[in-house]
Each structure stands twice: as structure tokens, then as C-alpha cells.
């Protein structure tokens, strides 16, 4: 059996997630990208980082060794927690809605049911428009606050919002290929044509653009991304590049206050390479002598690829940090984490959502927060309300979820 062939049926990288199939493109010279306007100080009240797949552990132990520092500055100078989610099998879509709404996915539309026409009882579509509660930039809007939307899971097509909307990545650039209408993708439409050439995709990054995320000291070196390994890498950094390039924009002339992006990078590198780091599923694969060679080549040369991909995005937290400026609050979130790539009873390795943990985490800073404090143990449907106590927000009486109230500061 080829090493290839042992790599896919071990690692499955769910490309639908990515919203890219195309032809690999490796070498050449491209294009700059367009030139985007940054603000020149940070003056947004609110900025709210999700980041898919983040796994707490990890964030610990790369800033225990010096690293992660955008993310340690904000640990060291706020407040953490940690949630139990909904579950491994539950569609990002209905997951980061409750983590907008405060509510519980049967009670908030998006992730429960309606009803059909026939009278029967059914799952309701998994768009914005099954939504049946407010989100956390409807409650600012309805306090006359614009927001910028960008890139987060559930808001495909984009809805009319007080502010601008970019749908998620993924569709975005698959929309983008097969023709679809611009208006389900950028809110105001008037938008669209500034903002679609910041939206890269996977072809616009060679191997040389990825050299930083493989040990280039390493026998295979950039020969390891090929394949899948390829579009993954080149996949997740420009979903993650493209967001953090329109939260720039969008602060710098869109006059919007707050901002809320999704990176959705991490999930995608942790989904193809997590098994290059922790290599006891590759251990238990029954290979020949040669192709186990093959294996430990490519795991020399791509054993780093997940921590390197951690510190890529604590820079790009950073870059997003930054527009809040020491006055406005920032909050980082997470979906899950991963646990690993756990076994069958045979020995196997459960691939996909089993890596996943039922644990997520929470961080945020900002001027009524208490340094340093840890929340008690919570739920999803907290992380909403806290971050509303943190910015000053009025938490609606009527959400599921309830404020860590023990890490906000008395204000006077």
C-alpha cells in the first residue's frame, strides 16, 4: 500500500470545510495582493476573535515556552475560561450561533425545528434567516452601534445587518468560483467590489509562501506539502489572511465600532497535520519497512507544522488586538479543542470530528475585567453574556446562557 494512500485514510481532511478544489499550484510568481488601508491607532470599543479548533493545552504549553505572546498578553491581563460545548458532532454553524446569542440551539431557530407545511415538525435550514433571537451585534445595533462581521460560522448568506457582513471563507470562495450572487456574500452590496480582492484563496500561495509552517532542515523539506498537506496549509492561511485583511479595511473606513471575525485556519491544520505531532495513530499503522522510512521523513519534516501554525495565528491576533487599542476589550474564542487522534478497539485511528474535544475556552481583556482571574467551569452559552458584562453591553434578561459576573471588575 502507498504512503499516500495510508496518509488519506488516515487523515481525511474535509475539503467541503474549506470550500476549494482546484488544480495545485506550487511554484510562480504572483500578483501582490491589493493593498490594505490599516487604522493608524487602535480606537474600536470591542473585538471579538473566534478561532475554530483552538485547543486550550496547547495555547498553555506554547506560552509557558516564551511563545504565543499576543495571546499570553491577553491571558496575563484578563480573564480565561473554560466551557463544555455542544458536542463533537454538532454543525459549526449552530455552535457558533449560541456563542453570538447566549441561547441554546432549540430555542434560538438556528440548530432546532419548524414547521413544515405539511404540519410535521423538521429541522430548520442552517442560515441566519432560521434564526429566531438576537445575536450580539443585533443587541449593539439596537444601542445605535455599527459592527463589522467577518468571516463567522451561521451567517451564510450574509443578512442585513447595522454595519458590514462578509460571510465565512469557505463559501465565500466557492460561491465565488461557481458564480454565485455577490449580495449573499458581502453586506451592503456596495461593498462587494472593495472588499472581494482582499478574499484570497488556496492557489494564491506556493510552497515557498508556506516554508515557515516545515523544518526546512529536514530531508523531504518543502517536498512534504504535496497533496492534501498542501491544500490544507495553503487552504487555512488564506481563510486566515483574507479575514484579518477585511477586519483591517473595515475598521480602517467602515465606520463600524465593534468587530467580530472568525479565523477558521487552526481547524483545518490541526484536521491534516495534528497526526505528524502526536504520532502514536502513525505508530500503530501496519507498513513495510520502506514506506515506514517514508513516514518518519515526512513526520521530521512536519512534526512542527501545528505549534508553527499556532504562532502564525498569535500574530494575526495580534494584528486584530491591536484595533481595540488599551482602552476597548477584546475577546478570543474557541469552538473546541482537539484531543488527539484517539483508537478503535482494533487498534484503529478515529479520524475527523472523534479528534475533537468537548472542551472550549474562553479568554477576554479589557478595562472591567480582573486581571488574572479564571471563571468557574461554564457552558457554551455563557461565553455571550460574559462578553457583553465585559464590554458594558445590557445582557438581555431572556438568554439561556449567564455572565461569569465573578471575573468582571466592579465598576463604579
Known amino acids: 500500500m502507498r504512503v499516500e494512500k495510508i496518509l488519506i485514510a488516515l487523515v481525511v481532511v474535509v475539503l467541503i470545510v474549506t470550500g476549494v478544489i482546484g488544480v495545485l499550484k506550487v511554484t510562480g510568481d504572483e500578483e501582490e495582493p491589493t493593498a490594505v488601508v490599516v487604522p493608524e491607532a487602535g480606537e474600536l470599543p470591542l473585538v471579538v476573535i473566534g478561532i475554530q479548533g483552538l485547543e486550550a ?44 446569542t447566549g441561547m441554546l440551539p432549540e430555542n434560538q431557530g438556528v440548530g432546532g425545528k419548524k414547521l ?3 404540519g410535521e415538525m423538521v429541522d430548520a435550514p442552517l442560515v441566519p434567516q432560521s434564526r429566531t433571537v438576537g445575536t450580539f451585534w443585533t443587541f449593539l445595533a439596537d444601542a445605535g452601534e455599527r459592527s463589522g462581521v467577518l468571516g463567522w460560522p451561521g451567517t451564510w448568506p450574509v443578512e442585513e445587518i447595522d454595519g458590514i457582513m462578509v460571510g465565512p471563507h469557505s463559501t465565500y470562495v466557492l460561491e465565488r468560483k461557481h458564480g454565485g450572487t455577490p449580495s449573499d456574500a458581502v453586506h451592503p452590496p456596495s461593498w ?8 484570497l484563496g488556496q492557489t494564491d500561495f ?7 509552517f516545515v523544518d526546512l532542515d529536514s530531508t523531504m523539506g518543502l517536498e512534504s506539502l504535496v497533496g492534501q498537506n498542501y491544500v490544507a ?39 491534516r497535520f495534528w497526526h505528524y505531532m502526536d504520532t502514536e495513530a502513525i505508530e500503530q ?14 513526520i521530521e519534516a512536519l512534526g512542527e507544522t501545528v505549534e508553527r501554525y499556532y504562532d502564525h495565528v498569535d500574530e494575526l491576533v495580534g494584528e486584530l488586538a491591536r484595533l481595540a487599542g488599551d482602552a476597548g476589550t477584546v475577546a478570543v ?24 474535544s468537548e472542551e472550549g475556552m474562553w479568554v477576554v481583556s479589557g478595562p472591567r475585567v480582573k486581571t488574572g482571574a479564571t471563571a468557574r467551569h461554564g457552558a457554551l452559552i455563557d461565553v455571550a453574556p460574559t462578553i457583553m458584562a465585559a464590554a458594558g453591553v445590557e445582557i ?17
Open 333 to 356: 474564542i474557541t469552538d473546541h479543542g482537539y484531543a488527539g487522534i484517539p483508537l478503535n478497539a482494533a487498534g484503529k485511528p478515529l479520524i475527523g470530528t472523534n479528534m475533537h
Open 116 to 118: 413544515s407545511r405539511r
Open 192 to 199: 462587494y467590489e472593495r472588499l472581494d480582492s482582499m478574499v
Open 285 to 298: 499503522l501496519d507498513v513495510g519497512e520502506s514506506e515506514r522510512r517514508l513516514l518518519q521523513r515526512q
Open 233 to 271: 496549509l495553503a487552504t487555512a492561511n488564506a481563510a486566515d489572511r483574507s479575514v484579518v485583511d477585511l477586519a483591517n479595511a473595515v475598521a480602517a473606513e467602515g465606520d463600524v465600532r465593534d468587530l467580530f471575525v472568525c479565523l477558521a485556519g487552526t481547524d483545518v491544520v490541526s484536521q
Open 206 to 212: 506556493t510552497r515557498r509562501d508556506l516554508s515557515r
Open 57 to 100: 493545552s496547547m495555547v498553555e504549553r506554547l506560552t509557558a515556552d516564551g511563545r504565543l505572546p499576543n495571546l499570553a498578553r491577553l491571558i496575563a491581563g484578563g480573564a480565561t475560561g473554560s466551557y463544555a460545548t455542544l458536542g463533537r458532532n454538532v454543525d459549526a454553524r449552530i455552535v457558533w450561533t449560541s456563542l453570538v
Open 396 to 412: 438581555p434578561e431572556e438568554l439561556d446562557g449567564e455572565a461569569h459576573m465573578e471575573v468582571i471588575a466592579h465598576q463604579r
